[in-house]
């Protein structure tokens, strides 16, 4: 995706109704598990686009996150899209290692259990 349309994209997310963050539903493109909830910013949403690298707001520091600079256990980009309202996004990624910083594969482990019974 060229600039532009990377910052068509951003601009039509609504930053207003959470004080400048979005959620950000991420999904592994594979096995369509979800894996986790973040929040991005304007800032972090374009670093995604950019680098082919999920980023995030991290409210806890204040700071810009790029998912798996210090574990390895990067979110390589595959798709990204918005919700009908445009103030919910959803990563679609390649998930390398896990996800949460618990050691499990998707921050919502119940659910993942309950799937992979199932089958």
């Excluded at 060229?2 to 039509?12: L, Q, T, Y």
């Excluded at 950000?24 to 670093?47: C, F, G, S």
């Excluded at 998930?95 to 993942?112: E, I, K, L, N, R």
Aim: proline letters at 2%.
């Amino acid at each position: 995706m060229n600039n532009e349309k990377i910052s068509e994209f951003v601009n039509k997310v609504d930053f207003a109704k959470g004080n400048s963050l979005v959620p950000v539903i991420v999904q592994d493109e594979r096995t369509k598990d979800i894996l986790m909830l973040a929040y991005a910013n304007r800032e972090a949403l374009t670093l995604s686009f950019t680098t082919g690298i999920a980023h995030y707001w991290t409210r806890s520091r204040q700071a810009i996150w790029k998912k798996g600079e210090t574990s390895g256990h990067v979110q390589k980009i595959k798709k990204i899209d918005t919700d009908c309202d445009q103030d919910t996004i959803l990563y679609v990624v390649d998930q390398v290692g896990v996800a949460c910083h618990t050691g499990d594969w998707s921050c919502f482990p119940t659910v993942t259990k309950e799937k992979s019974q199932r089958k």
